[in-house]
């Protein structure tokens, strides 16, 4: 089979491999559709992750398809079923699993490498995050459930009421995919970016008002907003340690402010002790998601209630990978749905 390999920074590779067979409790399936996603044009051009992946290492991990073997003891599945697996499953008894903080497991169990004709769904997984496809789901759509879990569990750890003033800054996949979310339930969501077709996208998505922060200064434009308080939810979903200090800047009194994205390791921020303490800020990072949020992301997929197909720019053959990658650092595409088979 063809699938993709990271050597390192911005070293990706097609390579023919061995098709998986499934060991015990395992399934192994047929990739119709895996989608590109920001996180793995970080990791694409920083060269690795320091908890889901170390090159060479097989790479991607949004992906739905259709099961073509099963291991030993594997009785709740069978050949042809259209699934979406999740890139990680926890283990369900250490400290954190206990308290139901599953995205804190120390021992998630992760999977990558959905970028391939076929891909093997370890054992954790098809045990807990391993789900079936609804008949008229797009699985372009589907594949996007990994990305819109960690979304909905950013929201669920966000403060958010139906009258919070939000701010999110960052036009990515996972940016607007939080503008969708948020402004399906509230009318002021403003959405700040470096992207002016995304700002569309983010508009159609039901963003209040969307800016390009390239031409304003963001801090000022939400004080002006906010009768010059501040937001009542700051969203940062860029992963550049500058911007979350803008993203603190944005906050009110007692605002949440949710650093969602990412940043490269061993970087720092300042922050105002001042503020911090006078203000009552909550300032938390939030990272990636828990079983429940995958399945709820999946539900909310299937209800086709938001028009999440606005951010799948293009539909391509994984061959085309390279070039989507490139297209991606150039902010051409949003997400792409590679078609390996």
């Known amino acids: 089979m063809l699938a993709a390999l990271l050597y390192g920074r911005e070293d990706l590779r097609l390579e023919t491999l061995d098709v998986p067979t499934p060991t015990e409790g395992e399934v192994v399936i047929e990739v119709t559709a895996a989608t590109t996603c920001g996180t793995d ?15 060479p290492t097989r790479f991607g991990h949004e992906a739905a398809g259709k099961i073509v073997a099963l291991g030993a003891g594997v009785t709740d599945w069978q050949i042809g079923d259209r699934v979406v697996a999740n890139n990680s499953a926890p283990c369900l008894d250490c400290f ?18 959905t970028f391939a004709q076929y891909l093997s769904i370890p054992a954790t997984i098809v045990r807990q995050n391993l789900l079936h496809i609804p008949p008229d789901l797009d699985p372009a759509l589907a594949s996007m459930t990994e990305p819109l879990a960690c979304v909905l569990h950013g929201v669920a750890r966000s403060n958010f009421t139906p009258d919070s003033r939000v701010v999110v800054i ?22 700040f970016g470096g992207n002016d077709r995304r700002l569309v996208v983010g508009a159609q998505l039901g963003a209040a008002r969307t800016w390009n922060y390239h031409q304003i200064d963001i801090p000022s434009t939400v004080q002006d907003l906010t009768q010059g308080w501040g937001a009542d939810i700051v969203i940062e ?24 994205g990412g940043c490269p390791k061993d970087t720092t921020i300042s922050v105002n002790t ?27 997929l299937a209800s086709q209630q938001i028009p999440f197909e606005l951010l799948i720019s293009d539909r ?26």
């Open 96 to 113: 954190f699993c206990q308290r139901q903080e599953y995205s804190l497991c120390p021992h998630l169990t992760w999977n990558n490498g």
């Open 41 to 55: 044009l970080k990791v694409w051009r920083r060269g690795g992750h320091a908890k889901m992946l170390k090159p």
């Open 316 to 341: 391509r053959p994984l061959t085309d990978l390279g070039q989507t990658f490139e297209d991606m650092k150039n902010r051409e595409v949003i997400k792409v749905a590679m078609m390996p088979n």
């Open 274 to 300: 001042d503020r911090l303490h006078y203000s009552e800020l909550t300032i938390k990072g939030v990272f990636h998601n828990t079983p429940h949020h995958v399945r709820a992301a999946l539900a909310l």
């Open 237 to 260: 979903a860029t992963g550049v340690p500058s911007v979350w200090e803008t993203a603190i800047a944005c906050g009110r009194p007692g605002a949440t402010i949710n650093l969602f």
């Open 170 to 191: 960052g036009d990515g996949a996972i940016g607007l995919m939080f503008v969708a979310v948020m402004a399906s339930q509230c009318q002021s969501v403003w959405l």
